[in-house]
């Protein structure tokens, strides 16, 4: 099974064509009429139906959708966990053929193991992969610094609180240098208050590090708030609706979700839910 | 959980404690006097006292906990690794947990106690039979918890080593391994005990040496005091290793607290 090695120069997808002065800039994720069916029992389940969507190099793309639209299908056939049964997925270029080593995955519970020390849960990726631990042990002191939690690198995760601990699965997920950071509802069990807060350091955390995330939520604020684009699912089955380009600056503060374009984008997400019947 | 808090171990608990033990060794001596019960039912704590005493100082007692310590131990040791082996075996391979698993199931269900006499007949008199019984009374206890612990692993943690590119083994020696210890442990504990009872019910049986056989030649010769010293020595013998076990549990499993001991959480700083 080929596997792309994290250092390796992809070739270019049949990308978005639009940088300037550098060529082409090759898309992060290329999502090419992936369908997925699976059977329970005797009936088939349609989970995906023809999605297709790309996320470009250094961009914050979300996805949006209730439950039940194939958002985390959608996630485990990026990560090479679930074959597509029709249709492609490509990172930086090469086709998902299984589990790859060039993508960072954060889920909703930050599923850090417990006799590992804060630092050592971040070096994981190091030690699944046997990369160099010198250096590994560098990158993952200045991604603890970068969440804020140096002071905190050599207890264990019990004494963590559930936002300190997603923060910590976060800068796992980023140590071994990913082409892509896939966020699978991450800040779904979190409170109000942290969620909010978790999202602005998640954008200061993008913009500092020019990651290409791709970020499934339920929440339509969440996706509007931190995203460049966001890719609305409908359920049964989960297809796209539409994917919508969010034109506020790239530096939001809170107090942006105030705003009338905000909700004017809020508002138009919302619709689609509405006209479908998930939400009367 | 209970929301009171633990009793702390003070100079006023501690001397509580002593009181009412003393107390209640009283009221038994006292009753055993005055209702003037026949030493062969049950002995005075003084009279049990002095036949632990004797038995220790003549080295008689010694000599038997040595040999039944050594078959406790093996019994324990070879019961626990194979528990642990053909535990792993059935929790990570589908044809040894089809084929398998039904005999082990099987075997479970018989009261190995009854199979004690034919042990005994197989492998005589010596500590073979003791250790062969302990051995087999205790591994399915380890077996048990080791398939539950290894099994008992959230999924979203196997695909996050999974979406790294991690191997099976990687997922078993990272994953698996570490989150089945505090399982596995308690297994073992529970196999102490369980290795104990088929020692002393082997020796019971038949043995040339050891405390179970001790305590069979005492009760034929009706020495009860005798008898009951035993129990307190094989008491003091039980809470020794279930102490030890408890000792490597913590040290093993260093990442789970005792209860009572948790810290409360640091506030969310940033």
Redesign the interface.
């Known amino acids: 099974m080929p596997v792309a090695n994290v250092g390796d120069l992809a070739p270019p997808g049949q990308g978005t064509g639009q940088g300037t002065g550098q060529g082409i800039s090759p898309s992060a994720i290329t999502v090419n009429a992936v369908t997925k069916r699976f059977r329970v029992g005797n009936d088939a389940i349609t989970a995906l139906e023809e999605v297709s969507l790309d996320v470009r190099r250094g961009e914050f793309v979300a996805i949006v959708g209730p439950s039940g639209c194939g958002k985390s299908t959608l996630l485990k056939i990026l990560t090479g966990l679930f074959a597509p049964s029709a249709g492609d997925t490509r990172i930086g270029g090469t086709v998902t053929t299984g589990p790859r080593r060039d993508i960072g995955v954060v889920f909703q519970s930050p599923l850090l193991f417990p006799w590992r020390t804060v630092l050592e849960n971040v070096m994981l990726p190091a030690d699944v992969q046997k990369l160099n631990r010198a250096t590994h042990l560098t990158r993952a002191k200045e991604l603890l610094d970068l969440v804020g939690l140096t002071d905190f690198k050599d207890r264990y995760p019990k004494e963590l609180s559930g936002g300190m601990q997603q923060r910590v699965a976060i800068a796992r997920a980023l140590l071994h240098q990913p082409a892509i950071l896939l966020m699978d509802e991450p800040f779904g069990a979190l409170d109000a208050m942290t969620r909010e807060r978790m999202n602005v350091e998640l954008q200061r955390l993008w913009r500092i590090h020019n990651t290409s995330i791709l970020f499934i939520t339920h929440s339509i604020p969440e996706a509007v708030f931190l995203a460049s684009r966001v890719v609305v699912m409908t359920p049964r089955p989960g297809r796209v609706a539409e994917i919508l380009d969010i034109n506020l600056p790239a530096k939001r503060p809170l107090e942006l979700m105030n705003s009338p374009e905000f909700g004017a984008y809020v508002a138009r997400i919302r619709s689609h839910f509405g006209s479908v019947g998930v939400i009367d | 959980m209970s929301d009171k808090p633990p009793i702390h171990t003070s100079l006023k608990t501690l001397s509580i404690s002593i009181l009412l033990f003393v107390l209640l060794i009283g009221l038994w001596e006292f009753a055993v006097r005055y209702l003037q019960v026949p030493a062969f039912i049950v002995p005075a704590p003084s009279s049990m006292f002095r036949a632990l005493y004797q038995g220790i100082a003549s080295g008689l007692y010694v000599e038997h906990v040595g040999v039944t310590l050594i078959e406790i131990l093996a019994g324990f040791a070879i019961g626990s690794s194979l528990g642990l082996l053909l535990g792993v075996g059935i929790a990570t391979n589908r044809y040894m947990a089809y084929f398998l698993y039904p005999y082990v199931v099987v075997f479970q269900s018989l009261p190995k106690v009854a199979i004690a006499p034919l042990i005994v007949l197989w492998f005589g008199l010596g500590i073979t039979s003791k250790i062969v019984a302990g051995a087999l009374i205790c591994f399915f206890a380890v077996m048990v918890n080791t398939i539950a612990g290894l099994r008992a692993v959230?999924q979203?943690?196997v695909?996050?080593?999974?979406?790294?590119?991690?191997s099976d083994f990687?997922v078993f020696w990272?994953?698996r391994l570490?989150s089945a210890?505090p399982f596995i442990m308690a297994g073992l504990e529970i196999a102490l005990t369980f290795a104990m009872i088929g020692v002393i019910v082997a020796e019971f049986l038949g043995a040339e040496r050891g405390l179970g056989m001790l305590m069979q030649s005492m009760n034929f010769s009706m020495d009860v005091a005798g008898s009951f010293s035993i129990l307190v020595v094989l008491a003091a013998l039980g809470l020794v290793l279930n102490r030890i076990i408890i000792f490597a549990r913590h040290r093993l499993?260093?990442?789970?607290?005792p209860a009572g001991a948790?810290?409360s959480?640091?506030?969310?700083t940033?």
Do not use: F
């Not at chain 2, 695909?159 to 991690?166: A, Q, T």
């Not at chain 2, 499993?253 to 607290?257: G, N």
């Open positions: 959230e979203d943690r695909d996050l080593i999974r979406s790294l590119g991690g990687q990272m994953l570490p210890m499993i260093y990442w789970e607290q948790r810290g959480e640091p506030p969310d940033h």
